[in-house]
């Protein structure tokens, strides 16, 4: 299982991204889908969770401000970043929990990473 994720770059302060993360490979079914970020010097952090049924988890400090969202056909998940802070500065990695078949227990994929730089 492959995640390619995509959407980071740099922008100003009060600015927007997306970003996407499309997973490929041997896949039955995808469970948990999920954005995590990493600034230097830092330990990684969730940022937001979506469940196959579309709920959501975020962290306090972006809530209101991201938007997690997934389509289960294109096995994409995809966080919009509005308002953004030069504290949001971080590699952003995407996570699945994904079901190569019917009879095992998932595991959790990590996508590269990809680098959102705000500015202020």
């Known amino acids: 299982v492959q995640l390619q994720a995509s959407g980071g770059g740099l922008v100003q302060a009060g600015g927007s991204l997306r970003l996407s993360c499309a997973a490929s490979?041997?896949?039955?079914?995808?469970?948990?889908m999920g954005w995590y970020r990493q600034a230097p010097g830092k330990q990684r952090e969730l940022v937001a969770t979506?469940?196959?049924?579309?709920?959501?988890n975020y962290a306090d400090s972006v809530k209101g401000r991201f938007t997690i969202s997934r389509d289960n056909a294109k096995n994409t998940v995809y966080l919009q970043m509005n308002s953004l802070k030069p504290e949001d500065t971080a590699v952003y990695y995407c996570?699945?929990?994904?079901?190569?078949?019917?009879?095992?227990?998932?595991?959790?994929?990590w996508g590269r990473g990809t680098q959102v730089t705000v500015s202020s």
């Open positions: 996570k699945t929990e994904t079901y190569s078949d019917p009879w095992t227990v998932g595991d959790d994929y």
């Open positions: 979506i469940t196959r049924g579309r709920d959501t």
């Open positions: 490979g041997s896949i039955f079914h995808i469970g948990a």
